[in-house]
């Protein structure tokens, strides 16, 4: 059975503890407090004469801020406890935890309390297979600090642990011996400080303090004004505005400011991808143009920045290419992983040209597409002189590190992700088709914005050019006419790899596809093989590949199929659309809390229950910001000139849905929609505004 886990986050921070609070190294798990990719505690464990905590109950006050109620010993000494434990913790840039211990009998008592403390300064990367560092720790009893400290070269991390409480330090923790009056109760507070130079050790109460105000004031501030300017959401259905509410609050936690770069940007999500990944964050922002705009520009500038521009085999750079993964830990600073910048993606490239266009069409940003003229340029110049790597004109990867390089570099980038229904592997490079969609749908928008804001319509009409010949030439080679759907991918002769996979939906999306041949992927999509009853299996069933666990081989994404419902709508496959997103609310109810980054692929009828899977991290950006574009999509916003056109077509069960205040280039304008079994209104609001 799956051990319950207790986290807080803040950016790219985060710890991740059981039940109780405790933080204990997991072999199979990031449990501990990290930032910036690197474990500063693998060990705080809290024993109180000697036993450890067992949890009462835990308030999750905000997803920086929980507190654990404990009583020690064992479940039968519950009911007649004498005392009692608060861990009341806290993340910002440092962690907070006051611990809190109340003696409820009416004798004095006297507690040997004990925390555990230690690190491993372990880089994310290697969480599974961690190796023994040299770590420094200095005992400081007169300043009640603890210091832990790892060099290596010029990489220097450190963690600080004080106490507002006199206290006996040792290398291995910090023991508090102490009495309580009968009815009363003892508090201390630790803080922790994470340095990443070496500099640290600031007064410990003007660092509390300064903490505090944060939590306190700032951040709580900060999340109610996020949530206050995102759309109000009306809804008849009482579940649905609690899911909404915890995807705003589940995005504004995975919200972090990079090092070089003032403005607030998406990571991928906990625990693995608490970094800055290009595809997610890319997919986060246009899932969320309608509801939280403001991720858009400083992601579409860090993106810029970072772009490559230069032949680096071992990181998969090629000048124009837009980054997959950004990371800071040691493993990434002395190149063990390629990953201090990664450019082993092939679908992030496009999806940066689709995403400034898209902001612009929501914004009327015109100002950050001109700024932006000559990385965009870049990125579209990219697709054809480095992504054609066989010369017939479609988008390609095979990465250039044989030793650490991503094998596949679409969405579905696990090693076994890309198979024929036999379960053979198609040889590289690989044109996976969802690319070519992506890549027809950035010339397309780069031919806009090359005629509305560049100044430079014969480019513009190249790329229009480029696109019809792209859309012409994948219609021929990717359909499969006997199966009425388009191939996963071709081989590097132009063989068609014939699995069926939700990659069809994303084509959709695109706008790639022939129109006479939208209804056929439609059936596809909400079919048995595909449709499980919660959402679209990556990878239909009834093929030798197909595994209802396998993340990328049959399993349910949330992410993958907020794509695919709007791609069903831009082709008028309403009724298919509604079905699927109906499936993906039940899931985000049924779980409660954050909604998985993926589900098993089983039928609904036969487990009734979405089933979670181990690999699967919460909260995620894309996943939490695919029930917004979900909710988009039923309520059909699409930013039309200078207006917002809805044109709603809910799941059933939906009833009546007003979303209020939707910022775009008309200020803020309104959506209504009801599903066909809700009574209507007596005034109906407008649908264009």
Known sequence: MRQERAYVVAGNAFAVGDAQGDMDTDPRYPVGLFSFDTRFVSRWVLTVNGERLNALSRDDMAYFETRFFLVPGAASHYVDADVSVIRHRSLDDSFNERITVLNHSSEPAEYAVRLEIGSDFADTSEILRTHPRDVLVTADPAARQLRLRFERGRFVRETIVSSTAPVEVDEGGMTFR????????????????????????RDLRASLESHRDHVRRGMREDLQDWLERAPQLVAERDELSAIYERSLTDLASLRYRPLANP?????????????????????????????????TPATLREFAMLQGGQLDDERDEEPGKILAELRYGESAAFGDEPSALYYGAADTTPLFVILLDEYERWSGDADIVRELRHPARMALDWIDEYGDLAGDGYLRYVT?????????????????????????????????????????????????????????PAYADRLDREADELKRRFNRDYWLPHREYYALALEPDGTPVDALSSNIGHLLWSGIVEDERARALAAHLVGPDLFSGWGVRTLASGQHPYNPVGSHLGAVWPSDNAVI????????????????????????????????????????????????????????????????????????????????????ALPTGFGRVELLDIPGRWGRSDAYGRDRGAAPRHHERPRLR
Not at 419 to 432: E, I, K, S, V
Request: with cysteine.
């Open 400 to 456: 250039r590190n044989s030793r650490k390089g991503w094998v596949n570099q679409g969405w579905k980038n696990s090693p076994d992700a890309i198979r024929y229904a036999d379960g053979r592997l198609p040889g590289f490079p690989r044109a996976t088709c969802e690319l070519q969609g992506y890549a027809y749908d950035a010339k397309r928008r780069g031919a806009r914005l090359a005629r509305e804001f560049w100044g430079d």
């Open 178 to 201: 102490i009495r309580i009056e009968p009815e009363g109760k003892w508090i201390t507070d630790l803080h922790v400080e994470m340095t990443i130079h070496g500099a640290g050790g």
């Open 263 to 295: 403005g607030l940007v998406p990571v991928g999500g906990l625990p693995w991808a608490m970094t800055l990944y290009g595809r997610d964050s890319l997919f986060t922002c246009l899932q969320s143009l309608a509801f939280t705009p403001e991720l």
């Open 565 to 648: 419902v709007a791609g069903l709508r831009h082709y008028g496959c309403d009724a298919e659309a509604a079905r699927i997103a109906g499936g993906i609310f039940d899931v985000a109810e049924t779980l409660g809390g954050a909604v998985p980054e993926l589900i098993a692929g089983y039928e609904r009828e036969f487990t009734k229950y979405p089933v979670q899977l181990p690999a699967a991290g919460r909260p995620q950006s894309w996943s939490s910001g695919a029930l917004l574009m979900l909710l988009g999509a039923v309520l059909g916003l699409r930013p039309t000139g200078e207006s917002l056109l809805v044109n709603p």
